[in-house]
């Protein structure tokens, strides 16, 4: 069992709207990643948190941007939607400092669709 | 511009036989390589990975082979399961410096039984 939750399910927006999304990651997981995963392609990387700072950033616009609190829980906010942001969105949380090696856990994902 | 392909999109195997899904890559650059897998509703389960400095990892029934020359890496699932059946991400990454991924596309097994 991950114990990395989600939400919420599933989403509704249309385009121009804000949305945030939140995950609750596994006590003790210092780092957070950020996945876009479109239909029929693999999980595309957004950005990732350690101990509340982004140490790391995919080829996402600023739109797109996160918070990482001290309770293992984070927030992935997109602003000014475009119908291209529906998608899967998909959190990770692992134990270290959020290298290559560190094994990640997923949760289920929150699916946006943008109308 | 797809760095990590994956160029089966589905594959079916008998139970108790292999399962090989393969993955290629462009970037020479990628050092360190993964195997997930998805069942549906659920997030990436990790399974395997490689890293480039080896050609092979073994872990129970499963295998990974890594072919630096030809950008290529293949899973090998020996004997295949019924619960085997799911989506299968490859993913690979420069350096170890974060976990920005690129993931392939994936490929649906069906163990049959």
């Known amino acids: 069992e991950t114990g990395v939750t989600q939400s919420p399910t599933h989403l509704i927006k249309t385009r121009g709207q804000q949305v945030t999304l939140r995950c609750s990651s596994q006590?003790?997981?210092?780092?957070v990643s950020w996945y876009q995963q479109a239909l029929g392609q693999g999980p595309q990387f957004i950005f990732q948190?350690?101990?509340?700072?982004?140490?790391g950033r995919g080829n996402f616009p600023p739109r797109f941007s996160g918070l990482q609190f001290p309770n293992y829980s984070s927030e992935l906010n997109v602003n000014a939607l475009e119908l291209d942001d529906s998608a899967l969105y998909l959190c990770a949380s692992s134990l270290g400092f959020g290298t290559s090696t560190d094994t990640q856990y997923f949760g289920p994902g929150t699916r946006l669709t943008v109308l | 511009d797809q760095q990590v392909k994956q160029n089966s999109p589905s594959l079916s195997v008998q139970e108790g036989r292999i399962s090989i899904l393969n993955c290629d890559y462009t970037?020479?650059?990628?050092?360190?390589f993964l195997w997930y897998k998805k069942y549906p509703a659920e997030g990436p389960t990790f399974l395997i990975s490689i890293s480039s400095i080896k050609d092979k990892n073994e872990d129970g029934r499963f295998t990974v082979f890594l072919n630096k020359s030809a950008k290529h890496l293949s899973l090998h699932i020996v004997p295949s399961q019924p619960g085997d059946s799911a989506v299968y991400f490859c993913a690979a990454s420069v350096g170890n410096y974060g976990q920005n991924f690129v993931f392939g596309p994936g490929t649906r097994l069906s163990v049959l039984p």
């Open positions: 006590s003790g997981h210092n780092t």
């Open positions: 970037n020479s650059m990628f050092d360190y």
């Open positions: 948190y350690y101990r509340e700072e982004e140490n």
